[in-house]
């Protein structure tokens, strides 16, 4: 059978991770075969254990080196760029190990990926407080705030996800006396490196609204809504100096 090149490359592919590839049975038959099928396994491990280091540090590497496997052989790689490897390693993390218990390590998972995320997306210009001098209330409450494509912010009810991950991450050892609360977390990334801390509530459906382009009169009125106890000029304040928004665009 004569296939093109990019039928070839697609059974190859799949032959690649044990899926039918009977036009390829010649080549797939040979030993040599199953060992470049290995070492494409092993590397697509190698990424997730270097992209997901909190939920490796957590669970141990012998148990991170089985989850990644199972995860490999079901969902190998779209993109060559493994650093964007495991988007839906979170999600396979719930569905397929929850009996071990371990409600919180797919959100901690999901933290290891959004810095991931922050690191590489293309930095943006950013709002400068010089910006913001001599502008009225009315023009302010206008104005869209629009996050940055180096943000991402995201919130737990469940469990202080943002402390599990930033004490597995950092290797620092848990304290008796840290509560065991909801937590959000806020990750900002810049040419200096990802920054990062914890969010309330509120602060995550501020930044929510302002994603969806409410104005920040409105986007105000739908984080108070969540957190009524908002103190929101904190609030603006810790995004600002975190440098989350882009400059200020008007309706």
Do not use: K
Not at 86 to 101: E, N, Q, R
């Amino acid at each position: 059978m004569n296939l093109s090149l990019g039928q070839f490359q697609t059974a190859f592919v799949d032959a690649l991770y044990l899926r039918p590839a009977p036009e390829l049975a010649a080549l797939t038959g040979q030993a040599a075969f199953a060992v470049y099928r290995n070492t494409v396994l092993a590397g697509c491990v190698d990424a997730l254990r270097a992209n997901f280091p909190s939920v490796e540090t957590l669970v141990g590497p012998e148990w991170m080196h089985a989850a990644a496997t199972a995860y490999a052989q079901q969902s190998p790689p779209c993109d060559a760029r493994l650093i964007h490897y495991g988007a839906a390693f979170p999600a396979f993390l719930d569905d397929h190990l929850a009996h071990h218990g371990l409600v919180y390590l797919a959100d901690v998972a999901r933290l290891d990926f959004a810095w991931t995320e922050a690191f590489i997306a293309p930095d943006d210009p950013c709002l400068q407080l010089a910006e913001l001098a001599g502008m009225t209330a009315s023009d302010l409450a206008r104005s869209h705030l629009q996050p940055r494509a180096t943000v991402r912010w995201r919130w737990f009810g469940s469990h202080p996800a943002y402390s599990l991950w930033q004490h597995s991450r950092e290797h620092l050892t848990w304290p008796e006396s840290q509560p065991w609360v909801a937590e959000g977390a806020l990750f900002s990334a810049d040419r200096e490196g990802v920054s990062h801390q914890t969010i309330n509530h509120g602060g995550c459906a501020f930044l929510d609204a302002c994603a969806a382009g409410l104005s920040l009169e409105q986007a105000s009125l739908h984080a108070e809504q969540a957190q009524p106890d908002l103190d929101f000029n904190d609030l603006l304040g810790r995004l600002l100096q975190a440098r989350v928004f882009r400059p200020l665009t008007f309706a």
